[in-house]
């Protein structure tokens, strides 16, 4: 059974990233950028801030207990020549920046390939990895590859428009059914690994506009759009000789094949596998009670039915009349 009323529940209340944690996010987002323009050596250079990943594109989760939720954002930056022959110097001048910053100086942070990431307090559990994004004056869009000292090309743009296209196929529905996959993912062991780009970039590429030409339902809520999504993509992969390669959606020219390896691959393509025979023993169950436990054994307890709905308590309950025989006098 679809049982939309269920999974509403297991987003809002069980998956979903909280609303205030969303808000905490672009706060910190929004200050962190402003140190970095006001910042008297590259300052000078900073222009503005993108969002990205699951962050703009609305499917971040909750993190799983004890882990970190993380964020994204483009630093978009001026080209500096003294710096043209490193582009790496300009991932350690966001490091450096931040070292600069009162409020940023005692907090921990690293440099790694394509970021530095900045590390809140553990009762935070947040990260947020910022990103040297640059247009060049040749037209290109690049980001830094600091381990190779070298650019990357890149259309940050693109990939989100790409998403936003497919999600308005599904009427908002994928961007639900990647919000679940990974929580299988992060949260019931499902295939740890499969890092969120890819899983992104291959569930939205078995969204089809065909589909819904012969199917016009066949997105059409989140249990349905579930089932077929990943009935698609399980079909894709297991006719797959190997793991693919994983290109970039927007028409960058760029591939996110060293983001997974063969193992991973195998795991991933076996994981769905088997979700997808649950998810379909599942959704094809007419009888409520069994289709809600199979559900929960994808899920867990989350999956769960709503609170019964209260009354408003603005009238009071009418009495019965007494019974009456004969005629009204």
Known sequence: MKLD????ILLDDTVNLSQYSVDVLEQRVQAIYNALANDPILGPFVRDKIPQGSWPQRTIIKPAPGREFDADFLLLLDENPDWADHPK????????????????????????CRCVRLVYAESARCHVDIVAYLRLADGREVI?????????DTDPDGFTEWMRGK?????????????LLKYLRDHCAGFQGTRSIILTTLVGERVSELKTLADPGYYGSVATALRH???DLDAWLQ??????????????????????????FEHFRNRIHMYAEKIAAAYDEPDKDT???????????????????????????????????????
């Open 5 to 8: 009323d269920y999974f509403k």
């Open 89 to 112: 110097q300009y991932i350690e001048e966001i490091y450096a920046a931040l070292g600069r910053s009162t409020t940023y100086k005692s907090m921990e942070r690293h440099r790694k």
């Open 144 to 152: 830094v590859n600091r381990d190779e000292d070298d650019w990357e």
């Open 167 to 179: 999600d308005d196929i599904t009427k908002g529905n994928l961007r639900r059914v990647i919000r």
């Open 229 to 231: 999504i990943v009935d």
């Open 239 to 264: 006719a797959l000789p190997g793991r693919p390669s994983v290109a970039d959606p927007s028409g960058s020219g760029v591939t996110f094949d060293h983001r997974w390896d063969d193992d991973t």
């Open 291 to 329: 289709s809600v436990a199979l559900w929960q054994d994808i899920f867990g307890d989350g999956f769960h039915a709503p609170p019964p709905k209260e009354s408003s308590g603005r009238f009071a309950p009418v009495a019965p009349l007494p019974s009456r025989s004969g005629r009204a006098g």
